[in-house]
């Protein structure tokens, strides 16, 4: 941790419009991994907290704060060396739970152990009154039989696509890590581009248009639109969270396996 924090930069990362309709929802994803080997040195925990924040020197404005601009049509991500908002960070063990459980029922996040299951579907504050951007949350399993990462980011920073290549990156990490000194794996090959503009510059002049479901949502003004627009972040996830459980919604989880990736 004290390489990335010494290492990052003042950093303003422009978001778009749509990236503020997604400011206070997060993007749960479990990865699963099974210690096949039965090695007692499977991921060990101080290996994978390392190359997290190594490789949290790729995407600086994971421990950044999020702005909104304009009313809430817009919004930006502040790094400030200053002033970090680091990610949480936390792991547990499992002494109920092993892998095996978990195939057993089929990947259900219902078996996970407790201090994982429940993925927080609004960006809600923490008891610092803070939006932690990105929350990761490690469950290592009865007699070290697998370890379980929960990854819960605010959506703003990037679709679930982007996410997944964050951990490609950070399993690269690891990986190099274990066989390099502490903090000398290599930089990425490809980089990283922040930049929405150069999304938008790529999109074609004639798109398709939103199906009926997309265009209710996000094609007409409301009061209640307009008044989410001008909550924070913080606030307008508050209340969604708050309404969510009389919304009688319904939760899907998808499983994709290494050979369907």
């Given at each position: 941790m004290d390489t990335f924090i010494a290492a990052v930069k003042q950093q303003t990362f422009p978001l778009s419009g749509a990236d503020s309709y997604s400011a206070c929802v997060t993007i749960p994803l479990y990865y699963y991994?099974?210690?096949?080997?039965?090695?007692?040195?499977?991921?060990p925990s101080a290996l994978l907290k390392d190359s997290f924040y190594t490789t949290l020197q790729e995407f600086s404005f994971f421990a950044g704060h999020l702005h909104m601009?304009?009313?809430?049509?817009?919004a930006y991500i502040d790094v400030d060396p200053q002033n970090l908002n680091m990610p949480e960070y936390t792991e547990h063990n499992s002494d109920s739970v092993s892998f095996n459980d978990l195939k057993a029922a089929g990947y259900s996040p219902n078996a996970l152990p407790t201090e994982i299951s429940k993925a927080d579907i609004f960006s809600t504050e923490n008891a610092d009154n803070v939006i932690?951007?990105?929350?990761?949350?490690?469950?290592?399993?009865?007699?070290?039989t697998g370890v379980v990462i929960l990854v819960n980011?605010?959506?703003a920073l990037a679709d679930?696509?982007?996410f997944c290549e964050f951990m490609k990156r950070w399993s690269h990490v690891c990986r190099e890590m274990m066989a390099a000194p502490r903090d000398q794996a290599s930089s990425s090959d490809t980089g990283l581009l922040t930049e929405r503009k150069a999304l938008y510059d790529s999109l074609p002049e004639n798109g398709q248009p939103m199906d009926e479901t997309t265009a209710k949502v996000l094609g007409k003004k409301?009061?209640?639109s307009v008044l989410l627009a001008w909550l924070s972040p913080e606030k307008r996830a508050e209340f969604l969270d708050?309404?969510?459980p009389c919304a009688m919604t319904d939760n899907h989880v998808f499983y994709l396996s290494n050979e369907t990736l």
């Amino acid at each position: 941790m004290d390489t990335f924090i010494a290492a990052v930069k003042q950093q303003t990362f422009p978001l778009s419009g749509a990236d503020s309709y997604s400011a206070c929802v997060t993007i749960p994803l479990y990865y699963y991994f099974e210690n096949k080997s039965s090695s007692a040195q499977f991921m060990p925990s101080a290996l994978l907290k390392d190359s997290f924040y190594t490789t949290l020197q790729e995407f600086s404005f994971f421990a950044g704060h999020l702005h909104m601009k304009n009313g809430g049509v817009g919004a930006y991500i502040d790094v400030d060396p200053q002033n970090l908002n680091m990610p949480e960070y936390t792991e547990h063990n499992s002494d109920s739970v092993s892998f095996n459980d978990l195939k057993a029922a089929g990947y259900s996040p219902n078996a996970l152990p407790t201090e994982i299951s429940k993925a927080d579907i609004f960006s809600t504050e923490n008891a610092d009154n803070v939006i932690k951007l990105v929350r990761i949350k490690v469950a290592r399993l009865q007699n070290n039989t697998g370890v379980v990462i929960l990854v819960n980011p605010v959506h703003a920073l990037a679709d679930a696509y982007g996410f997944c290549e964050f951990m490609k990156r950070w399993s690269h990490v690891c990986r190099e890590m274990m066989a390099a000194p502490r903090d000398q794996a290599s930089s990425s090959d490809t980089g990283l581009l922040t930049e929405r503009k150069a999304l938008y510059d790529s999109l074609p002049e004639n798109g398709q248009p939103m199906d009926e479901t997309t265009a209710k949502v996000l094609g007409k003004k409301s009061l209640l639109s307009v008044l989410l627009a001008w909550l924070s972040p913080e606030k307008r996830a508050e209340f969604l969270d708050s309404i969510t459980p009389c919304a009688m919604t319904d939760n899907h989880v998808f499983y994709l396996s290494n050979e369907t990736l």
